[in-house]
């Protein structure tokens, strides 16, 4: 079965200073993979996706993921984190020709100044 | 830029009662999908549409709920008698093609009292 698993729940890191969110997932088909932002009372931005190619793959605001098969692993990536990245961050899971998303359960990030 | 527009943004329904979730997806978009996601857990598949009909749906959407496309640009969720367990944030997203990634709506928050 299809599943996502994102281990950090809460995550608390200064301003500044680096971050990576972990995700690993199970999924029997090719995989594209993908990770969303949410910021509270907001819906699910995309942040970045990996269909295929390059397994370093560049989003927005900064952040960039990277796909590792060995490791079934697609963790997230920010050097410098700012405040406004304050969020819950959920990676997602599909397959081509399913139509669904799989979700993990989502890291929510807090920001110290 | 295109966006996925939801509507209403809240909606407190009394158990029992129906309700209808709108979206408008993306203009160009062929896929359309329902997601719900229960206070402080994963956001979860409900169904997907395309063609103007179920392509696939999880456990959770049974005979209680439908969808449909009305006219060339709404997709709707209807829940017939809604129960507590309901209560919930949906999301509707929409996608481009096979490959590409979903896009979501900001959310209608539903709570069933």
């Known amino acids: 079965a299809q599943s996502v698993t994102q281990p950090d729940i809460h995550i608390t890191v200064s301003e500044g200073a680096s971050l990576e969110l972990r995700c690993n997932y199970s999924y029997g088909a090719t995989s594209y993979l993908f990770w969303y932002v949410q910021s509270p009372g907001q819906g699910l931005q995309l942040l970045l996706k990996y269909f295929s190619g390059d397994t370093l793959v560049q989003g927005i605001k900064g952040f960039e993921a990277e796909f590792k098969r060995s490791q079934s692993s697609f963790n997230l990536r920010k050097p410098s984190v700012h405040w406004s990245d304050a969020a819950e961050y959920f990676c997602?899971?599909?397959?081509?020709?399913?139509?669904?998303?799989?979700f993990g359960q989502g890291t929510r990030l807090t920001i110290n100044p | 830029e295109p966006e996925v527009t939801q509507t209403p943004s809240h909606q407190v329904t009394q158990m029992g009662q129906e309700v209808i979730l709108r979206c408008v997806p993306i203009s160009n978009h062929l896929y359309f999908y329902w997601y719900r996601q229960i206070l402080g857990q994963k956001v979860e598949f409900l169904v997907s549409?395309?063609?103007?009909?179920?392509?696939?749906k999880s456990e959770i959407f049974d005979d209680q709920f439908s969808v449909e496309r009305p006219d060339g640009s709404n997709f709707t969720l209807k829940i017939r008698s809604t129960k507590l367990e309901d209560s919930a944030m949906y999301f509707c997203?929409?996608?481009?093609?096979?490959?590409?990634?979903?896009?979501f709506g900001p959310g209608t928050r539903l709570t069933v009292t």
């Open positions: 997203a929409s996608r481009a093609g096979q490959g590409n990634e979903q896009y």
């Open positions: 549409f395309y063609n103007n009909e179920i392509s696939e």
């Open positions: 997602a899971v599909g397959a081509w020709g399913a139509q669904k998303l799989v």
